[in-house]
């Protein structure tokens, strides 16, 4: 599933691939703008590496494995931005929570991650 595919379904704000540095690919949005866009890739590649440098320490420490980091997702009250990794690259979605389940996010990314050339 393509973004533009995927911001044409009730909740969904904007979506988006792009590359662990947090560079944009391409994104379609109801309201993001471009610099927007930019920003929220570059925030998703940051949260992304953050989390994937903690996974790594945590699995070496720990012994429990938790990398790599597939899937983060970052709830607010009302709005959520959900990423999905592969080794292709980096979909993200922004969403309202109200209007669109858990379920449904994982159909959605798990369609683009696999939609990444």
Do not use: H, W
């Not at 996010?105 to 683009?112: A, C, T």
């Amino acid at each position: 599933m393509k973004p533009g595919e995927a911001i044409k379904i009730r909740g969904i704000i904007g979506a988006g691939i792009f590359d662990v540095s947090g560079r944009l690919i391409t994104y379609n949005s109801k309201t993001l703008t471009p610099e927007q866009a930019d920003s929220t890739a570059m925030l998703c590649g940051t949260v992304y590496n953050l989390i994937g440098s903690i996974a790594s320490l945590y699995s070496r420490f720990c012994g429990l494995r938790m990398d790599p980091v597939k899937r983060i997702d970052i709830y607010s009250s009302d709005f959520a931005i959900s990423l999905m990794c592969s080794s292709r690259g980096c979909a993200g979605i922004i969403y309202n929570v109200n209007e669109i389940g858990k379920e449904k996010v994982e159909e959605l990314l798990e369609g683009m991650v696999e939609s990444i050339e």
